[in-house]
């Protein structure tokens, strides 16, 4: 059974960084595409950041701040994320898609606020 497990959220004031980890167990993870997806309050949940292979991709929103990439070794995903924002509040979220399927961690809350 394929688990993510995500971890690294926090209360952080703005401007500050903050590190997500998500790791992988019981499925496949290396050549498979890996992604971050948030939520905010009130709000739909969003992608942030995708990875297939070391190609990364961002949303618009946090181009230049996050920075997505993967330990193949460890079955690690990770999301370093800088110059952290009060609209960056949310749930984040770390997903796998594996064929026709996706699967998805519980999610770690990243509270920015002053």
């Known amino acids: 059974q394929v688990q993510l497990v995500e971890s690294g959220g926090g209360l952080v004031q703005p401007g500050d960084s903050l590190r997500l980890s998500c790791v992988v167990s019981?499925?496949?993870?290396?050549?498979?595409?890996m992604s971050w997806y948030r939520q905010g309050p009130g709000k739909q949940r969003e992608l942030v950041a995708s990875?297939?292979?070391?190609?990364?991709n961002y949303a618009d929103s946090v181009k230049g701040r996050f920075t997505v990439s993967r330990d193949n070794a460890k079955n690690t995903l990770h999301l370093q994320m800088n110059s952290l924002q009060p609209d960056d509040t949310a749930i984040y979220y770390c997903?796998?898609?594996?064929?026709?399927?996706?699967?998805w961690g519980r999610g770690t809350q990243v509270t920015v606020s002053a």
């Open positions: 997903s796998l898609e594996s064929g026709q399927l996706t699967y």
């Open positions: 019981g499925g496949p993870f290396i050549s498979r595409k």
């Open positions: 990875i297939l292979g070391s190609m990364p």
